[in-house]
């Protein structure tokens, strides 16, 4: 957890519990909203935070619920006095407020110029900004608390959580229900979607994540049962991995499909629950509040500055796979020529190993399970559980030293071909026997490089890309090696055609000669 921890804000220490935080969408600015009715902004960085202002709209009941609008310029309120309030930030006037809801609001969410709340009576009710004297539309289905909400936009959709153990699926453009799920037999707490509107997962009070196909909202396709306590906070960080917070006081990272958790981000002190989770505009913390009256900042910049070298290295590798596919299919001819396709098996070795970049299989199995090892690769020096080496970014302490055995295979390939141009008709036997001993050498320390790190070894960054570049002259190797092959096979050839010509010429002159005779005779 130690880059969790470096060059961050210190953690923000209050009298009272922290119920909601939200950051600005555009600069250093943080909302929090406190149980005695105080709503604070503090401009955070690693040198030090200041507040901002102070707003006390909700004297005397706590503040649930706070939330900027995607300008910045308002900060929206609610609370346990069953009002909605806009506050503008730059000079902490209120804009407007309404009282007209019955229950005091526990769940909000704003997009453009919606603003959606859930109340404890389960009703979700959704504002428009410009006429904020009376909700648009309201839908009561949930008979119980609404827990979180969770606008996808690309689908107009709207997801409510709620206490009565069901979801809700609103269309908040037409304003009308869409579905209501099935009784789960378990409160859902927390909601997010991922894989790119594909899925919709749910934290559970008995800390299972519980996961819906796009469509599909009478009950849940999928379910992991991972933590050990309630799942009370969420956030997605990218399309297949989000980050839970727990009343355990644990903040984990976990891939969804496949279901896996990947590391741990941190933890508040006396194992105090993770009410409320937030990433800032640019990324670059992640912000916690927990009972224990404190908002903790994480440091997650590296898990999105590494996202950019990843694609490089996964461009590269697919750049180096298709150059090696070309070469495998310029060299079958002499392959069927010479019976051999030892390299074709190494080849394939390595990509059965787990190295290869490529993810042509179906999308929820291949591309989730690369993308699971590459967010793993991110946080393998972090994470408290168990730490699974990834495909292709993990790393052996005899890789160095199987890519340098691996180039001495290639100048047996010379030797071997050498043999077959001098020796074209005894020397075939002896190629093939030097072959055979060779080639499983070769295999043996190409799986030693693939299988000689035990699951659960703790790697660092460098040695992972020092693999990757291991495996990427691997690869070159194997690919030179072909090239030589091919190159030395069509020597040979070049080599035995006057020797085939000249075979030629000496039948045509038996030939001739016994129907000479022939004639003679006859």
């Known amino acids: 957890m130690e880059e969790f921890t470096v060059n961050r804000p210190a953690d923000l220490v209050f009298e009272n519990q922290v119920f909601s935080i939200d950051f600005h969408p555009q600069r250093n600015l943080l909302a929090a909203g406190i149980s005695d009715g105080n709503t604070f902004l503090y401009e955070y960085a690693p040198e030090g935070n200041k507040v901002v202002s102070t707003f006390s ?21 609610a609370g346990g006095d069953k009002s ?16 007209t809801s019955k229950e005091a609001i526990n769940a909000m969410e704003a997009f453009e ?68 799920s099935q009784d789960q037999e378990d409160e859902l707490l927390c909601v997010q979607v991922v894989k790119g509107g594909r899925k919709v997962v749910v934290g559970s009070q008995l800390g299972v994540l519980l996961l819906w196909s796009w469509g599909q909202w009478l009950d849940t396709t999928d379910r992991y049962p991972g933590h050990p306590e309630s799942i009370d906070c969420m956030v997605a960080i990218d399309d297949d991995t989000v980050i839970t ?7 984990r990272i976990v891939n969804i499909l496949p ?44 898990l999105f500055e590494e996202d950019a070298e990843g694609d490089e290295e996964e461009e590269e590798a697919e750049q180096d796979e298709t150059e090696q596919q070309e070469v495998v299919q310029g060299s079958e001819e002499d392959d069927e020529e010479d019976g051999e396709d030892d390299d074709d098996d190494l080849v394939d070795d ?25 967010m793993k690769s991110k946080v393998r020096a972090h994470g408290r559980g168990a730490r699974i080496p990834s495909k292709r970014k993990r790393d052996a302490k005899s890789s160095s030293e199987s890519s340098e055995d691996a180039e001495p295979d290639g100048n047996d390939h010379d030797d071997e071909q050498d043999d077959d141009d001098s020796n074209d008709d005894g020397g075939s036997e002896d190629e093939e026997q030097e072959e ?14 693939f299988t000689s790190l035990p699951a659960g070894e703790k790697l660092s960054l460098k040695e992972r890309r020092d693999l990757i570049k291991q495996q990427r002259q691997l690869k070159k190797s194997l690919k030179q090696q072909r090239k030589e092959k091919k190159e030395a096979a069509v020597a040979a050839k070049e080599a035995q055609q006057p020797k085939k010509e000249k075979a030629q010429t000496n039948k ?12 003679f005779f006859s």
């Not at 390595?350 to 590459?374: A, M, V, Y």
């Open 84 to 99: 909605l309030r806009a506050t503008d930030v730059s000079s902490g006037k209120v804009i407007f407020e309404n009282t």
């Open 350 to 374: 390595l990509d059965s190993s787990g190295f290869s970049d490529s993810s042509d299989d179906e999308e929820d199995d291949d591309e989730e399970d690369d993308d699971d090892e590459g």
């Open 436 to 449: 055979a001993r060779v080639k499983p050498d070769a295999k043996q320390k190409l799986s030693t490089l």
């Open 508 to 519: 045509k002159r038996k030939v001739g000669e016994h129907n000479e005779a022939s004639n």
């Open 259 to 302: 279901n896996r958790m990947i590391g741990i981000v941190g933890e508040h002190d006396d194992d105090m629950p993770v009410q409320r989770l937030a990433i800032d505009y640019d990324k670059h913390f992640l912000g916690s509040a927990s009972d224990d009256n404190t908002i903790k900042f994480w440091n997650i910049k590296f």
């Open 57 to 77: 709209h909700n004297s005397g009941s706590s503040v649930r619920c706070v939330t900027f609008t995607s300008d910045g310029n308002h900060l929206y309120s």
């Open 113 to 180: 110029n919606y603003i959606f709340t859930g109340d404890d009576e389960g009703c979700v009710k959704i504002w428009d900004t410009r006429k904020p004297t009376k909700a648009a539309v309201e839908i009561r289905e949930n008979w119980d608390y609404i827990s979180d909400l969770c606008c996808y936009a690309p689908q107009n959709t709207l997801f409510a959580t709620g206490g009565d153990e069901r979801m809700s699926v609103i269309d908040f453009r037409k304003g009308k229900l869409i579905e209501v």
């Open 245 to 251: 917070g727990s009343a355990d006081g644990v903040i």
